[in-house]
Antibody, heavy 117, light 111 residues
Framework: QVQLVQSGAEVKKPGASVKVSCKAS????????IHWVRQAPGQGLEWMGW????????KFTQKFQGRVTMTRDTTITTAYMELNRLQADDTAVYYC??????????WGQGTLVTVSS | QSALTQPASVSGSPGQSITISCSGN?????????VSWYQQYPGKAPKVIIY???RRPSGVSNRFSGSKSGNTASLTISGLQAEDEADYYC???????????FGGGTRLTVV
């Protein structure tokens, strides 16, 4: 069965970076994009960007340009999202989701990133 | 890219039907762009319940249906049940950008 398993919760200080992993299993990793979506406490879902695991190409929403890096390691079928220069309003649950075409059909369990001094 | 517009909350009684709207523009909800809907319980990851405007994934109740007219997509839940109480989000692919955008979310209360 398809599974996306994310790394554990993180606590970071303002200005630091965080790297969240998303381990995929149960399907051919290179066949579907991995998207990253975040949700601030009590707020809605915010699409951040995607990575094509096959080519490594990426696309981010303009809000995160220059601050986010998405990578993958095909040998261990894992995608990564690194966010730099963290601020308090980056406190959120970060989700990875599989995007076979136009929707997100499987989601990771979420990773809480807390930014606090 | 602005978030799609959804009502903040809707409510209904068991057995009733409700509809949640999702408004955008020609570049996202409108045109031939695919729209999907997600159900989210507190503390849980979202789950897709409608994709490509009106298609239901396997295992999703046929009480959930989706449609689109112009720049507005809609999610209808018929025969409301207590277990339908959750947050619902629409999402659309944005043409010519390879970006996606979510709606602000709608809290459904079954009273």
């Amino acid at each position: 069965q398809v599974q996306l398993v994310q790394s554990g919760a993180e606590v970071k200080k303002p200005g630091a970076s965080v790297k969240v992993s998303c381990k995929a299993s149960g399907y051919t990793f290179s066949n579907s994009y991995i998207h990253w979506v975040r949700q601030a406490p009590g707020q809605g879902l915010e699409w951040m960007g995607w990575i094509n695991p096959n080519s490594g190409s990426t696309k981010f929403t303009q809000k995160f340009q220059g601050r986010v890096t998405m990578t993958r390691d095909t040998t261990i079928t894992t995608a990564y999202m690194e966010l730099n220069r963290l601020q308090a309003d980056d406190t959120a649950v970060y989700y990875c989701a599989r995007g076979p075409e136009w929707d997100f059909d499987y989601w990771g369990q979420g990773t809480l990133v807390t930014v606090s001094s | 890219q602005s978030a799609l517009t959804q009502p903040a909350s809707v409510s209904g009684s068991p057995g009733q039907s409700i509809t949640i709207s999702c408004s955008g523009n020609i570049a996202d909800v409108g045109g031939h762009n695919p729209v999907s809907w997600y159900q989210q319980y507190p503390g849980k990851a979202p789950k897709v319940i409608i994709y490509e405007v009106s298609r239901r994934p396997s295992g999703v109740s046929n009480r959930f249906s989706g449609s689109k007219s112009g720049n507005t997509a809609s999610l209808t839940i018929s025969g409301l049940q207590a277990e339908d109480e959750a947050d619902y989000y629409c999402c659309a692919y944005v043409a010519f950008t390879t970006n996606w955008v979510f709606g602000g979310g709608t809290r459904l209360t079954v009273v």
